[in-house]
């Protein structure tokens, strides 16, 4: 990636976000000499946000994904949010989603999103597909199954992933910090759970970091026309 992103294919344009859902069960200590953060922090220099899902080892843990917790700008950790099925931002912090530690900001999540009960494609073979409750066929007469309601921090960061693409189409010479303080700095404070903490210029939770994302007040803080 880090070598193709300017050029990925013919026709192709830039890739300037990427979506990682894996990392250790229970989370872990950030290394800032790990393979991985050097890949990352590389891939911000070039421009390129990575998003890290914060992990399914919730309520009472206290550990979220290692390479989520990097303070690089441009590098975000998604918490996940549940509507509990009003379609409001008045819900909760997914039980299931990844708490950091209380008293170290460093290992909150950056954003929320959301997580629970989500319908997305998913491949029958896919082990994380069987947790599903609610198979569905794809539109082509071979997609049996292909579509199922699944939960967990992997759906949350997805959301944040299409944003930040929209957030690029509004701003496409925006750094990755730029991108990174649309989203915090207008994300929508719901109050359910820890409470928030002043943390630098932001505000943040142990359990759901700056709050759940909105894309169209970031894309307007990005410069779009408010409508």
Same mark, same amino acid.
């Given at each position: 990636?880090?070598? =193709? =992103?300017?050029?990925?294919?013919?026709?192709?344009?830039?890739?300037?976000?990427?979506?990682?859902?894996?990392?250790?069960?229970?989370?872990?200590?950030?290394?800032?000499?790990?393979? #991985? #953060?050097?890949?990352?922090? +590389?891939?911000? +220099?070039?421009?390129?946000?990575?998003?890290w899902a914060a992990g399914n080892d919730g309520p009472d843990n206290s550990a979220t994904n290692p390479p989520g917790q990097d303070p690089t700008p441009g590098i975000l950790m998604v918490a996940s949010y549940d509507d509990l099925g009003t379609g409001t931002r008045d819900g909760s912090v997914s039980t299931f989603s990844s708490r950091g530690a209380a008293g170290r900001p460093e290992t909150y999540p950056d954003v929320s999103a959301p997580g629970s009960n989500i319908t997305s494609a998913c491949r029958p073979y896919l082990l994380i597909c069987s947790t599903g409750l609610d198979p569905r066929n794809g539109p082509g007469p071979l997609d049996v199954g292909t579509f199922n309601t699944i939960s967990g921090t992997s759906m949350a960061t997805p959301h944040v992933v299409g944003i930040v693409t929209q957030l690029f189409q509004v701003a496409p010479n925006a750094t990755p910090a730029q991108v990174e303080d649309a989203l915090k700095a207008t994300a929508d404070k719901f109050t359910d759970s820890a409470a928030y903490q002043t943390v630098g210029p932001y505000t943040t939770a142990v359990d759901k970091g700056s709050g759940l994302v909105d894309a169209y007040a970031s894309a307007v803080r990005l410069g779009a026309t408010p409508g």
């Open positions: 990636m880090l070598e =193709h =992103h300017l050029n990925p294919c013919a026709g192709c344009p830039p890739i300037k976000v990427s979506n990682n859902s894996y990392g250790p069960t229970g989370g872990g200590a950030f290394d800032p000499n790990s393979a #991985t #953060t050097k890949l990352q922090r +590389a891939l911000a +220099a070039e421009g390129v946000v990575t998003v």
